[in-house]
């Protein structure tokens, strides 16, 4: 996984490893499920009126029901390769988070490690303490205000490796300007 992910997130510097890729939780396509679940009501309840009454405008019903299956599985999909493809990756230089949005658009954010000050986590909510689930806060020296990784997977852990790759990335920082201030 880490290995497909380094090809396909142009990661080519063969000091930066990949050290942990996650994405949200999967309680993110809750609102999807909804949506999915009322274009299934749209579309089996004028095809099931006019089954039962075997109505004389039944094969504009079974017309019907096909459009709201394709719409379906058109949404479906969408919403799916929105959540797959938006990911948090940690390498040994920074922390990339990518965000898919549908089949065409992508963001991605890159943060260097040096630049990361404080990280927090929060698990808010009894779904996110049944789940484990929760937001993890990042604050950074610019100032610019902190980063949000929300819905992640175990929060205490993605913290807690993400302050384990700073210190190793700052420690590796200290070493080369001390190394270039004795030059």
């Known amino acids: ?10 990661i080519t510097g063969d000091d930066e490893q990949v050290i942990i890729v996650t994405r949200q939780f999967p309680i993110v396509l809750r609102r999807s499920l909804i949506i999915c ?11 099931s ?15 019907w029901l096909l459009i709201s299956a394709g719409l379906l599985f058109i949404y479906a999909l969408r919403s799916w390769v929105g959540w797959h493809y938006s990911v948090y990756v940690l390498t040994s230089q920074r922390l990339m988070i990518v965000k898919q949005s549908g089949f065409f658009s992508r ?10 000050q404080n990280v927090n986590y929060a698990i808010k909510g009894i779904q996110g303490a049944m789940f484990g689930f929760g937001t993890v806060r990042i604050d950074t ?3 610019s205000g902190a980063l949000k990784l929300r819905y992640v ?3 205490a852990k993605l ?9 190793r990335a700052t420690k590796g920082t200290q070493k080369s300007d001390k190394i270039t201030s004795k030059v």
């Open 159 to 167: 913290q807690k490796e993400i302050m384990d790759a700073v210190h």
């Open 153 to 155: 997977y175990k929060p």
């Open 49 to 63: 009126i006019a089954y039962g009454l075997e109505a004389n405008w039944l094969p504009i019903a079974n017309i």
């Open 107 to 116: 963001e991605v954010a890159d943060l260097a490690l040096h630049n990361v």
């Open 141 to 143: 020296l610019s100032g």
């Open 1 to 10: 996984k880490r290995e497909r992910v380094k090809k396909r997130m142009s």
């Open 37 to 47: 679940l009322v274009i299934v009501l749209l579309g089996i309840t004028p095809w």
